[in-house]
């Protein structure tokens, strides 16, 4: 035991040791942990302030580059339009040369631009030669050049063309009058034509309204129909309307009558045009198929009065029409499919 609480003593001591130890290295890592802070503060800042140093030198070397190429390119340019007027400069001494003979020495001294112009044409003989200005002659020249232009290349033959086209001029003018007399002729015709078809226009349809009433009143006893012109003041273009009201109805729009009555009132027309214009013959289709007993009567009177004047060829399947014919012809079909023709002629006795 004493052995023991010797060790022990020894261990605390020893322990004591190591914790002061442990406190002194912990006060030194927290001191030196501060000054690390510190400094990597400071070299923070630094490099913050370099780094904006940096972006404002790479601003200012941008813009340096922005300049540099424009004065670059003003340089380029510069040179470019410097070695065009040299160009210009010789072309111009060697079309001096060339076309007028001149030397740029002796052309300076005596058109250069010290030396006074010719006066505008307008001045007169007897103008002032005027000082050079530039604007003003580079205008007069664009004017001159103009007229130059105007008057074109100078034709030799100008005499000759200009006495073949006065000629080819008369023989036109001589054609145009032909042609106007021409025009007055045809228009003069045209009017003549319209005149007479107004004039046959009016005769017919002044008949044909005449009939149609007429017809009307004898298809629809108690009826009423006539036509109507759309445009009266105007014969050429003027349309053709058809009133009709059958006994007992008040519409008189075709729209809104049956289908045996607008059949009828079909075939009350087209027996009104018979009438006022009659032709030889008339062939008419299956215009019956639609009326009753009564109305089919009515029409065969209609007919029987216009083959007194005209030959009728009538298609149809009533047998009261086929009754009131002259002649019958029949088609038909056997099995084989080949259509056949049976006639017959009806004798009526006196």
Known sequence: ??????????????????????????????????????????????????????RTVRARVRELSVDLEKLTGSAHSGEMARAERRLRLEQLETKAMEEMGVDVPTLVAEYGPTVPVPPPAEAGEDGVPVPYVREVQLKRAKAAERQLNQLGKINPLALEEFAALEERHAFLNAQLEDLKKTRRDLMDIVQEVDARVQEVFASAYLDVEREFSAIFGRLFPGGEGRLLLTDPDDMLTTGIEVEARPPGKKVKRLSLLSGGERSLTAVAFLAAIFKARPSPFYVMDEVEAALDDTNLQRLLVIFEELRESSQLIVITHQKRTMEAADALYGVTMQGDGISQVISQKIERSA
């Not at 060790?7 to 006060?27: D, M, P």
Request: charged share 30%; hydrophobic share 50%; glycine share 6%.
């Open 1 to 54: 035991a004493a052995q023991r609480r010797a060790l022990r003593g020894a261990q605390a001591t020893l322990a004591e040791a190591v914790a002061e130890g442990a406190r002194l290295a912990l006060e030194r890592i927290a001191a030196s942990l501060a000054a690390a802070e510190s400094e990597r503060s400071a070299a923070e800042a630094g490099k913050e302030a370099r780094d904006a140093e940096l």
